[in-house]
């Protein structure tokens, strides 16, 4: 297992953080169009239709986000339902509790725990507080479980770590984020959400360029 500190802190160059901002502005509308949408789903302005919506939708969601193939395809309708009736509010455990769950109703591949799934399900109810997992992140954390408990850990140390860098990265676009922000009806505290979301695309980029690492 690495050093996180060495590796990460020491590590940051102003050309990483240019690839991150670039990933940030990409995808930061749609992310937010797909957390609008399933704010509608949550509260029952929209029902069967979010299945399948051409914009936003859920299908669309778990495609993008790489999470289609963590759950049994005839059972994809009875996932969203599932997750409209859970209370999805982030404490010590409720991501890898919301895994199980999900095992537990025989709505995922296999019955597996998909950790990663429940982490981008809680992402679309709290984006201001959690930050979607995955196997590239977690590289770049050091974190070897499945247990988002010990991702989280790793994450926040990261971002505290580096929070005024990842701020001043931030401020040069805040801007236009600002002005995207302003295109979606939903309430979060997005100087917080801002911060997570450019951490996630850093190590992102950080966790592919140690993949391409180890194959070397």
Do not use: C
């Not at 797909?34 to 509608?40: A, R």
């Not at 801007?175 to 302003?182: A, Q, S």
């Amino acid at each position: 297992m690495f050093n996180v500190d060495k590796i990460l802190i020491m590590e940051i160059t102003n050309l990483e953080a240019i690839e991150s901002l670039g990933h940030l502005l990409a995808y930061y509308k749609s992310d937010l169009e797909y957390i609008s949408n399933f704010e509608l789903f949550r509260n029952k302005k929209i029902n069967e239709e979010y299945l399948t919506a051409k914009k936003s939708g859920f299908q669309k969601y778990i495609n993008e986000f790489g999470v289609t193939r963590n759950i049994r395809p005839e059972r994809v309708k009875d996932l969203m339902f599932f997750i409209r009736k859970s209370k999805l509010k982030e404490d010590n455990n409720a991501v890898d509790a919301f895994a199980e769950d999900m095992k537990n109703n025989k709505l995922t591949h296999k019955d597996k725990v998909m950790t990663v799934l429940a982490s981008k399900i809680f992402f679309l109810n709290q984006p201001d507080r959690i930050i979607p997992m995955d196997s590239l992140n977690k590289k770049s954390l050091g974190v070897k479980g499945n247990k988002y408990k010990d991702f989280k850990i790793k994450m926040d140390e990261f971002i505290n770590e580096n929070k005024k860098l990842i701020s001043l990265h931030i401020n040069s676009v805040v801007d236009l984020l600002v002005e995207i922000e302003k295109s979606v009806n939903i309430k979060i505290d997005f100087e917080k959400y801002r911060i997570n979301r450019f951490a996630d695309k850093y190590l992102w980029v950080e966790g592919r360029k140690l993949k391409k690492a180890s194959k070397k």
